[in-house]
């Protein structure tokens, strides 16, 4: 994990100014959608109690407040997917939601969106925010073997750092970072999990992590065993083949303080062909 120096701070106080505005802002973004239920029994074996609402904010064990939208027409005995967001250095949940656009697309496709307080990425920092998804399963109906995790700079450092240590790597089915501050040789520390998909994004104009995205799918793709060949362009993407797991690597024409004009639609859409049987 890569943070520290003045081109760091620099560029957070930039990102903070940013999006200080979004807390203020109207919030489409947070608007949660209906999602149309399948039939089936789908089902938490043992429900929470009933959220005395739909989504709101939850306060962990670790004092960390957590930003939960569910659909609009939630149903609690239904096994919900989850998608945890970390937020990058200085956000809240609030300015987190609204940079990345989750909610609305998220829950119109049965997810639960959990978008936790920006924390300063660190090891004891990593095992309180990989605690979120039991944290959001003791009010919510989650589905344990769909967690999935996501988030911009700090926020995919820290979805990284939950995917990749021994210790937390199990919780997470897929990720989905964005401007992570890990490279290839960070990353060859941990041994590699098993094998779940992974679709990075990163900026050609990241001048505080350059090149750290195709460093850390490469990677990814090893521990996936995929294909020792170059992988194939599709869509603007690079995907590997011959994976165990997917793994996809997108870089866009920007800098790292923005997140991917498509990061919410096209990792959605991974994650939901990760969750399809074959």
């Given at each position: 994990?890569?943070?520290g120096?003045?081109?760091?701070?620099?560029?957070?106080?930039?990102?903070?100014?940013?999006?200080?505005?979004?807390?203020?802002?109207?919030?489409?973004?947070?608007?949660?959608?209906?999602?149309?239920?399948?039939a089936?029994?789908?089902?938490?074996?043992?429900?929470?109690?009933?959220?005395?609402?739909?989504?709101?904010?939850?306060?962990?064990?670790?004092?960390?407040?957590?930003?939960?939208?569910v659909?609009?027409n939630?149903?609690?005995?239904?096994?919900?997917?989850?998608?945890?967001v970390?937020?990058?250095?200085?956000?809240?949940?609030e300015?987190s939601?609204?940079?990345?656009?989750?909610?609305?697309?998220?829950?119109?496709?049965?997810?639960?969106?959990?978008?936790?307080?920006?924390v300063?990425?660190?090891?004891?920092?990593?095992?309180?925010?990989?605690?979120?998804?039991a944290?959001?399963?003791?009010?919510?109906?989650?589905?344990?073997a769909?967690?999935?995790?996501?988030?911009?700079?700090?926020?995919?450092t820290?979805?990284?750092?939950?995917?990749?240590?021994?210790?937390?790597?199990a919780?997470v089915a897929?990720l989905?970072?964005?401007a992570?501050?890990?490279?290839?040789?960070?990353?060859a520390?941990?041994?590699?999990?098993?094998?779940?998909?992974?679709?990075?994004?990163?900026?050609?104009?990241?001048?505080?992590?350059p090149?750290?995205?195709?460093?850390?799918?490469?990677?990814?793709?090893?521990?996936?065993?995929?294909?020792?060949?170059?992988?194939?362009?599709?869509?603007?993407?690079?995907?590997?083949?011959?994976?165990?797991?997917?793994?996809?690597?997108?870089?866009g024409?920007?800098?790292?303080?923005?997140?991917?004009?498509?990061?919410?639609a096209?990792?959605?859409?991974?994650?939901?062909q990760?969750?399809r049987?074959?």
């Amino acid at each position: 994990m890569r943070g520290g120096g003045p081109g760091r701070a620099l560029a957070v106080v930039a990102l903070v100014a940013a999006l200080a505005a979004c807390d203020r802002a109207p919030a489409p973004d947070s608007v949660a959608a209906a999602y149309d239920y399948p039939a089936g029994d789908t089902t938490c074996t043992a429900p929470p109690p009933t959220p005395a609402r739909a989504g709101g904010t939850i306060a962990t064990g670790d004092r960390l407040d957590v930003l939960v939208r569910v659909p609009r027409n939630y149903r609690p005995g239904f096994a919900h997917p989850l998608l945890v967001v970390y937020a990058a250095a200085g956000m809240t949940p609030e300015s987190s939601e609204h940079l990345t656009g989750y909610t609305p697309l998220a829950t119109a496709a049965g997810f639960i969106v959990a978008y936790a307080r920006h924390v300063r990425p660190s090891r004891a920092a990593i095992a309180k925010l990989a605690r979120v998804p039991a944290a959001v399963a003791a009010h919510y109906c989650v589905d344990a073997a769909h967690v999935f995790m996501s988030g911009h700079s700090d926020g995919g450092t820290t979805s990284t750092a939950v995917a990749a240590m021994p210790e937390t790597n199990a919780r997470v089915a897929g990720l989905a970072p964005s401007a992570a501050g890990f490279t290839g040789a960070d990353l060859a520390t941990f041994a590699c999990p098993a094998p779940r998909p992974v679709l990075v994004w990163h900026g050609a104009r990241d001048t505080l992590f350059p090149g750290y995205g195709r460093e850390a799918a490469a990677w990814w793709a090893k521990c996936n065993a995929c294909d020792a060949a170059a992988p194939a362009p599709v869509e603007g993407c690079v995907h590997y083949a011959g994976c165990r797991a997917p793994v996809q690597y997108c870089e866009g024409d920007y800098g790292h303080l923005s997140w991917p004009p498509q990061g919410a639609a096209r990792s959605l859409e991974f994650f939901e062909q990760s969750m399809r049987k074959p």
